[in-house]
């Protein structure tokens, strides 16, 4: 295993524009989770997948924000119409079995809105 | 809704000396709790966890936490702290009370620094 791969590590857009994020979890690991990290503040959760279904959404998810998981292999998530606040960390992770295994996290996507 | 709380923002201690990281945590049913270390440039790291059973887990980098249904706590602790050990530690919670698809929950976290 390579572990958690997120692309690309650094993003710096300009407000308005839109940036679309991708998460290759671990191989075979059916859960994947999105969660977003200010400074100061642990990660907050976004959404989850378990294999291809998208099964949880956090109310910190507007409508601008929107994930994928095709074929229940890597992940996209995109952010549409930037706004200064939608600045931080981008946090993938992704677990198999059941829900009490723990989550692998990969570097993050570092996002900054100007 | 399940939360987790860190109270301290920072923790210092001195090389050598034992450490703690606390947390507790609200659940509405059974808690998995779990602990994360986030070194700079680093994604957050799996250290140790409690599901069931004994309340004293064990962890990588002789790390463990104790597990207390009556104080709903967790803390992290470490007999000797060594220099190496200083990084930004989160403590997590899902709660296994409703349907169980619920996220796992951070607390803010807390830096230690060990000091030589």
């Known amino acids: 295993d390579t572990g958690v791969s997120q692309d690309p590590r650094h993003k710096i857009t300009k407000r308005g524009q839109n940036v679309t994020f991708r998460c290759d979890p671990i191989?075979?690991?059916?859960?994947l989770y999105w969660y977003r990290q200010t400074l100061g503040q642990g990660p907050e959760f976004l959404t989850y997948f378990q294999n291809e279904a998208q099964l949880e959404k956090s109310r910190l998810l507007s409508d601008r924000f929107s994930a994928e998981r095709p074929k229940g292999s890597f992940s996209t998530l995109e952010i549409q119409r930037t706004e200064q606040g939608d600045s931080a960390m981008y946090l993938c992770a992704s677990s198999s079995g059941g829900l009490d295994t723990e989550a692998f996290f990969g570097q993050g996507t570092r996002l900054t809105v100007v | 809704a399940q939360s987790v709380a860190q109270p301290e923002d920072q923790v210092n201690v001195a090389e050598g000396n034992p450490l703690t990281v606390k947390c507790t945590y609200s659940v509405s049913g059974n808690p998995y709790l779990f602990w994360y270390v986030q070194y700079p440039n680093r994604g957050l790291q799996f250290l140790l966890k409690?599901?069931?059973?004994?309340?004293l887990v064990k962890g990588s980098y002789g790390f463990e936490a104790e597990f207390n249904k009556s104080q709903t706590s967790f803390h992290l602790k470490k007999p000797s702290a060594l220099v190496s050990d200083s990084a930004l530690y989160f403590c997590a919670v899902r709660d296994m009370g409703n349907s169980g698809n619920t996220p796992l929950v951070f607390g803010k976290g807390t830096r230690l620094s060990v000091i030589a």
């Open positions: 409690y599901i069931t059973g004994d309340n």
């Open positions: 191989s075979e690991h059916n859960r």
